[in-house]
């Protein structure tokens, strides 16, 4: 695919650089970036070369010439940045969570609809080998009607991995340390619907409060380790999630049930797929249980085995470019439409996780009333970049925080 050379902006350059790079073996010029971490700044400069103008705010930055830019800033903190690339027609490129607040999401949509902007999710998990697999068995129509699906993206991390406390919460109030168990929503939600084409419309969840005990190193405000999060779907079908969860050992997996079979990848045994049929309703020519290991089959392979998220990364800075290049928006469920679903069900299912597993509509804010709805909810669990107070408890025991002790152990692990 011959893909025509934009200019790029990035904004946020923690995950934001390796994004970049990935655009950049697509033809993509990267001319600038924002970032007001000074050593970020300095870091991706090296990384990406002197040509590149450096940024320390965003009004700045979105002045400079660019045909779009890559969202990688805070992750609830996007809509906002997001609506002023809208203003004034700058593709945009989100990395992931559209937005933070129900508030924000109406905002979002009502930017976007004044806007010439193309506008995609960056999630990337659905491009993971073992959901391109799972969906190239749901489209031949082998598993029946689909009924059911479930996925998790479970990452427990070692507290005293002091590389992980520096890199990725190096502040006490990054929203690392404040993020419910239901948020982060999109590297298992985002394969679910890609892969069967259901959006949801009510959501349920329940915690697990199993809160880090002992002398360790923790700002986490959260003692929540996962929560579980069931969805009724427009087609009738049932999803269930983690966001991001802590329980049992690490994995991604996504299992899907049809009427006639189902299909998953195994966790922890790395790409391999296990598809089994009912032995009465098999297709022709099929066992009734097959364990592999996919192959890629895309022009692309020997790029996308080098990049990250196993390649998923490339595959999805592939379509964006795609996309604009097209002028097109992209397809369920990377568009704005989608996204915002799946930021409600991120937020209302921590609501529920609140209200004792509650049921919550999830609106379509392609109508005005549901958009009536929320347009005035922006209650958050997060401060916000400029100091201001969560108005909502991160966790579902709401008085929970960490001790003073392991406090203090985290503020020594910044230090090394
Ligand atoms: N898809 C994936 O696999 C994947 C992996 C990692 C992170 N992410 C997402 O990428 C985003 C960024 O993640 P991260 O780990 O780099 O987070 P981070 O908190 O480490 O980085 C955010 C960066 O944005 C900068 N920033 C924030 N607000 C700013 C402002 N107002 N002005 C200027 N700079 C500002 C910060 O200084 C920081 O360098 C998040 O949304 C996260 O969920 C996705």
Same mark, same amino acid.
């Given at each position: 695919?011959?893909?025509?050379?934009?200019?790029?902006?990035?904004?946020?350059?923690?995950?934001? !650089?390796?994004?970049?790079?990935?655009? /950049? =073996?697509? $033809?993509? +010029? &990267?001319?600038?970036?924002? #970032?007001?971490?000074?050593?970020?700044?300095?870091?991706?400069?090296?990384?990406?070369?002197?040509?590149?103008?450096?940024?320390?705010?965003?009004?700045?930055?979105?002045?400079?010439?660019?045909?779009?830019?890559?969202?990688?800033?805070?992750?609830?903190?996007?809509?906002?940045?997001?609506?002023?690339?809208?203003?004034?027609?700058?593709?945009?490129?989100?990395?992931?969570?559209?937005?933070?607040?129900?508030?924000?999401?109406?905002?979002?949509?009502?930017?976007?609809?004044?806007?010439?902007?193309?506008?995609? !999710?960056?999630?990337?998990?659905?491009? /993971? =080998?073992? $959901?391109? +697999? &799972?969906?190239?068995?749901? #489209?031949?129509?082998?598993?029946?009607?689909?009924?059911?699906?479930?996925?998790?993206?479970?990452?427990?991390?070692?507290?005293?991995?002091?590389?992980?406390?520096?890199?990725?919460?190096?502040?006490?109030?990054?929203?690392?340390?404040?993020?419910?168990?239901?948020?982060?929503?999109?590297?298992?939600?985002?394969?679910?619907?890609?892969?069967?084409?259901?959006?949801?419309?009510?959501?349920?969840?329940?915690?697990?409060?199993?809160?880090?005990?002992?002398?360790?190193?923790?700002?986490?405000?959260?003692?929540?380790?996962?929560?579980?999060?069931?969805?009724?779907?427009?087609?009738?079908?049932?999803?269930?999630?983690?966001?991001?969860?802590?329980?049992?050992?690490?994995?991604?997996?996504?299992?899907?049930?049809?009427?006639?079979?189902?299909?998953?990848?195994?966790?922890?045994?790395?790409?391999?797929?296990?598809?089994?049929?009912?032995?009465?309703?098999?297709?022709?020519?099929?066992?009734?249980?097959?364990?592999?290991?996919?192959?890629?089959?895309?022009?692309?392979?020997?790029?996308?085995?080098?990049?990250?998220?196993?390649?998923?990364?490339?595959?999805?800075?592939?379509?964006?470019?795609?996309?604009?290049?097209?002028?097109?928006?992209?397809?369920?469920?990377?568009?704005?439409?989608?996204?915002?679903?799946?930021?409600?069900?991120?937020?209302?299912?921590?609501?529920?996780?609140?209200?004792?597993?509650?049921?919550?509509?999830?609106?379509?804010?392609?109508?005005?009333?549901?958009?009536?709805?929320?347009?005035?909810?922006?209650?958050?669990?997060?401060?916000?970049?400029?100091?201001?107070?969560?108005?909502?408890?991160?966790?579902?025991?709401?008085?929970?925080?960490?001790?003073?002790?392991?406090?203090?152990?985290?503020?020594?692990?910044?230090?090394?």
């Amino acid at each position: 695919m011959e893909i025509k050379k934009i200019k790029v902006g990035v904004f946020g350059v923690g995950r934001g !650089l390796d994004i970049a790079k990935n655009f /950049m =073996l697509l $033809n993509a +010029e &990267i001319v600038a970036i924002c #970032d007001n971490h000074k050593g970020r700044r300095e870091e991706a400069i090296k990384k990406l070369g002197k040509s590149v103008k450096d940024f320390e705010n965003f009004d700045d930055f979105i002045n400079y010439p660019m045909d779009a830019v890559i969202l990688a800033n805070n992750f609830y903190e996007h809509a906002e940045f997001a609506i002023k690339c809208f203003e004034k027609n700058i593709h945009v490129f989100c990395e992931c969570l559209s937005n933070g607040t129900m508030g924000e999401g109406v905002k979002l949509i009502r930017a976007f609809e004044k806007s010439k902007s193309i506008y995609m !999710l960056a999630e990337n998990y659905p491009q /993971m =080998l073992h $959901n391109r +697999e &799972i969906k190239r068995v749901i #489209d031949s129509g082998n598993l029946g009607e689909i009924m059911y699906a479930e996925a998790e993206y479970n990452h427990p991390v070692n507290p005293w991995y002091t590389y992980f406390t520096k890199k990725y919460k190096f502040y006490p109030e990054h929203w690392r340390h404040f993020l419910p168990k239901t948020y982060y929503i999109t590297h298992s939600l985002g394969p679910v619907m890609y892969l069967t084409g259901a959006t949801p419309k009510k959501v349920s969840a329940f915690a697990m409060f199993f809160p880090i005990k002992g002398d360790v190193p923790t700002a986490s405000h959260n003692g929540d380790k996962a929560s579980n999060i069931t969805t009724l779907n427009d087609d009738g079908s049932v999803f269930r999630v983690t966001a991001s969860s802590c329980f049992g050992a690490h994995n991604n997996s996504t299992r899907v049930c049809g009427t006639k079979g189902q299909i998953e990848n195994l966790r922890g045994m790395g790409d391999q797929i296990m598809l089994r049929y009912n032995e009465w309703e098999k297709p022709e020519n099929e066992p009734v249980e097959k364990l592999y290991t996919p192959s890629w089959n895309d022009k692309d392979e020997e790029i996308i085995k080098q990049s990250g998220h196993g390649g998923a990364d490339y595959v999805t800075a592939r379509m964006f470019l795609d996309c604009v290049d097209k002028g097109v928006q992209p397809p369920h469920p990377f568009d704005v439409y989608s996204a915002t679903a799946m930021s409600s069900v991120g937020i209302l299912a921590h609501r529920s996780v609140l209200d004792g597993g509650k049921v919550y509509e999830i609106p379509d804010f392609r109508k005005e009333e549901d958009r009536k709805l929320y347009e005035n909810d922006f209650l958050t669990p997060f401060y916000s970049s400029k100091g201001d107070a969560p108005t909502i408890p991160c966790c579902s025991h709401t008085d929970y925080k960490p001790t003073e002790k392991q406090m203090k152990l985290y503020f020594k692990e910044l230090e090394k």
